[in-house]
């Protein structure tokens, strides 16, 4: 059986990996990728108004 430190230096290696990949999959968005998000974001809520300008009309 392995002893506990080679446990913990497994452990902390592998946390080291994940973020490391962690920090380069958050990098930074361009230009369009935030063009497109701010465009879904507003059809989003375009859509949801909608909806609730439906509900809340009286029979």
């Known amino acids: 059986m392995p002893s506990p430190e ?3 230096a ?3 290696i592998a946390l080291a ?3 490391g ?9 361009t230009a369009a990728e935030r063009a497109t998000t ?3 974001t507003r059809e989003g809520y375009r ?3 909608l909806q609730e300008k ?3 009309l009286p029979d």
Request: glycine share 8%; proline share 0%.
């Open 6 to 8: 080679w446990i913990w």
């Open 10 to 12: 497994i452990g902390i």
């Open 17 to 19: 990996i994940a973020m």
């Open 21 to 29: 990949y962690g920090v380069m999959r958050a990098r930074r968005r």
């Open 38 to 40: 701010e465009h879904v």
């Open 47 to 49: 859509a949801e108004d």
């Open 54 to 56: 439906k509900r809340s």
